[in-house]
């Protein structure tokens, strides 16, 4: 009895062994963790349950501010995907080793405007008026958004900043609540992707800036974490993503695919590149801040 006993046991630990290896297998082949920035929501929930329907693979999207999202693939050691708002943290993710180099792609082109309430209430018509007394601006939290970033590098570069940051009454803490300020008439203007507006154009009107006002076009970039359970099934996403399909859903809401299309809007600007937050400004920022 003492042997059947232990080849009892045994085989029950073989079947244990197994179970949970063709679990782990099942967990490879049926999920997929994307961390995606808030700029890309209204696409990429599309793009997602188009995959999840003709793929079969279930997509966890974890959406928010580019910047907080590396911070979470780093800290879960977790993703398929990462997904920013902009090169720039590609850029801090290949410095940290947090994605397989040279792995990213473009998704789509970025384009920068003034995102204003429907009829554009304040009569806001390009970026000087944004330094108006009394007008309520709001831009992205430019240390984790990647828009509020680049208004920032804009304001810097048109010699706006300061007067501008005058007029700043809160800062989003995404794409998504920056793009709520206008929505919900509480600022006069923000300075966002020109895509936002498509997101809700019953809400929300565009102000379109003029190209010496644009230093940069920025891009959506799509990359594999090191910490992918499965190359292959990211590079499937990927290829989803990039394929005709998906770039179409990208433009329904507004995104630009094409690089030519979008050098029409700022014909002398480059595209993607770095833009580091001068130090000399933080402190000012920083005080009083609040976001939304």
């Not at 974890?62 to 850029?91: D, T």
């Not at 018509?125 to 509020?148: F, K």
């Not at 006069?188 to 076009?217: C, K, Q, S």
């Amino acid at each position: 009895m003492g042997a059947q006993k232990r080849i009892f046991f045994l085989l029950v630990l073989l079947v244990l062994v197994l179970a949970c290896g063709q679990k782990e297998m099942e967990d490879r082949k049926d999920s997929i963790t994307v961390f995606c920035g808030a700029a890309n929501k209204p696409a990429m929930e599309e793009i997602a349950a188009r995959f999840e329907q003709e793929r079969g693979i279930r997509v966890n999207m974890i959406f928010g501010a580019s910047g907080p999202l590396l911070y979470q693939i780093e800290l879960s050691r977790q993703g398929e995907i990462y997904l920013p708002g902009s090169p720039e943290y590609i850029v801090i993710a290949e410095r940290k080793k947090l994605v397989i180099e040279k792995s990213d792609r473009i998704v789509a082109y970025l384009i920068p405007a003034i995102i204003t309430p429907s009829g554009n209430p304040a009569n806001i018509q390009s970026l000087q008026d944004l330094a108006r007394p009394g007008v309520r601006i709001g831009i992205g939290n430019p240390e984790t958004v990647a828009i509020g970033l680049y208004g920032i590098e804009i304001l810097e570069k048109s010699n706006l900043l300061m007067p501008v940051l005058k007029n700043v009454v809160t800062f989003g803490g995404s794409a998504s609540k920056l793009a709520n300020l206008a929505a919900m008439n509480k600022v006069d203007a923000i300075l966002g992707w020109r895509a936002i507006h498509f997101w809700n154009p019953e809400r929300m009107d565009y102000v379109r800036l003029a190209p010496e006002d644009i230093p940069r076009i920025s891009y959506v970039p799509i990359s594999i974490p090191v910490y992918t359970k499965d190359v292959a099934l990211s590079n499937a996403f990927i290829e989803f993503v990039l394929s005709p399909r998906g770039r179409s859903v990208y433009e329904e809401y507004g995104y630009l695919t094409s690089l030519e299309d979008a050098k029409a809007f700022a014909p002398q600007a480059d595209i993607g590149g770095e833009y580091r937050l001068p130090s000399e400004y933080l402190d000012l920022i920083r005080d009083g801040w609040k976001e939304e």
